[in-house]
């Protein structure tokens, strides 16, 4: 069923603004029950109860919302199932939320039907694998929200269908820190749209429904979003050469992370795309022919944003140098290079930040911002 015609269309859909003019901290934490508001129960199915799809998961269910989380990491799940899923706020206050988990082998066994699913697994591979372990059990009328890092929402649309294929981009900080256990790094945003960019009631539904987490917006523009965000995330992938802070690194190595990001919006004129600003990032100052001074303004912007978040280091860093794995930032550069070169476009700067993390991965090379000023010799001579 197609969402986009049934029924007369609200009015109330909180457009997205210029990041500059929007409110993006956290409001306030008290439940809509606490509050007193009416809230309307729709089930949810969270694929991947990470950073970001623990964090939703465990905001819906406090605000009254029945979730089924879904994960592979045997360990998390036990430790849901046992104790809850429990948030953990910068200021150190934790807070935990009731809710079933499986594994996809213990959910085979109970038959389930999904309606509204929030799929937060990490890279291409695994989006494609979850999709397909999905597409039989969800409902004829089901959709699927891809709340992840990266362009996966064509793969999730070839397993289950364009119609039944929702964009959402999110930006927040946070991190799996034990088994059970989310760090909450600080304040983001929130937007969600249909692909296509017309108005749905089930998009409105759905910002309705995430604004238990904070702030959620309806866009005409999800893919404008998720394009200016690959250029801070190819920044962000490039801070975890160095085992330092995101914003000083960014800040002491303007230079590259600017041609990192120029790398990415050439391939985003290709397609082409609309970009959006979102937090304290302004995609346009890091485009083909921005001023100087728009692009120094950009970074002022950007630092002072980053130094003011409670995470000092990125998910790209804590994949390497945490869990000693390899990260799915590296495949999303390799795969903007590759997407480069369909279009004739040259991504030097991506490709060679690409080989340098596969060499942290593998541990033939170390975190050092030697690493940095290697790429930066390389890429800006």
């Known amino acids: 069923m197609d969402h986009r015609d049934d029924g007369p269309r609200r009015r109330r859909r909180e457009r997205w603004q210029p990041a500059a003019s929007v409110a993006l901290g956290r409001r306030d934490r008290g439940t809509d029950r606490e509050r007193g508001a009416v809230v309307t129960v729709r089930a949810y199915t969270?694929?991947?109860?990470?950073?970001?799809?623990?964090?939703l998961a465990s905001a819906l269910v406090t605000a009254g919302h029945p979730v089924v989380v879904v994960d592979v990491d045997d360990d998390h799940v036990a430790s849901i199932s046992r104790n809850g899923l429990v948030i953990r706020s910068p200021d150190g206050t934790e807070r935990g939320a009731r809710l079933s988990a499986y594994t996809p082998a213990q959910a085979d066994g109970l038959e389930l039907r999904f309606e509204r699913v929030l799929l937060a697994v990490k890279g291409p591979g695994a989006t494609a694998q979850a999709a397909d372990w999905l597409a039989p059990r969800l409902a004829p009328d089901g959709f699927v929200v891809s709340v992840q890092n990266?362009?996966?929402?064509?793969v999730i649309a070839a397993r289950v269908g364009q119609e039944r294929t929702v964009g959402a981009f999110v930006d927040f900080f946070a991190d799996v820190t034990e088994p059970g256990v989310i760090a909450d790094g600080g304040a983001g945003s929130l937007v969600v749209g249909e692909l296509d960019g017309t108005p749905s009631v089930r998009v409105d539904t759905?910002?309705?429904d995430l604004s238990a987490w904070g702030p959620a917006a309806v866009t005409d523009n999800v893919m404008g979003f998720l394009w200016s965000k690959l250029g801070f995330g190819a920044m962000l992938a490039a801070t975890a050469l160095a085992d330092a802070p995101m914003a000083d690194l960014?800040?002491?190595h303007r230079d590259v992370m600017a041609r990192l990001a120029r790398d990415v919006y050439r391939v985003a004129a290709t397609v082409p795309v609309r970009l959006e600003p979102f937090d304290g990032y302004q995609p346009h100052a890091f485009v083909d022919g921005a001023e100087p001074d728009v692009r120094a303004a950009g970074f002022d912007r950007l630092v002072t944003w980053l130094a003011?978040?409670?995470k000092t280091r990125s998910g790209v860093w804590r994949d390497i140098a945490v869990r000693r794995r390899p990260s799915e930032a590296t495949d999303r550069q390799e795969e903007l290079v590759a997407m480069g070169e369909r279009a004739g476009v040259a991504t030097p700067?991506?490709?060679l930040l690409a080989s340098t993390l596969r060499q942290l991965e593998s541990g033939d090379r170390a975190m050092s911002e030697d690493n940095l000023r290697i790429l930066e010799d390389a890429t800006c001579s």
């Not at 990266?150 to 064509?154: N, R």
């Open 46 to 55: 969270v694929i991947g109860g990470g950073a970001i799809g623990g964090t």
């Open 150 to 154: 990266g362009l996966h929402e064509p």
């Open 206 to 208: 759905l910002a309705e």
């Open 250 to 252: 960014i800040d002491r």
């Open 308 to 310: 003011g978040q409670s």
């Open 349 to 351: 700067h991506l490709a």
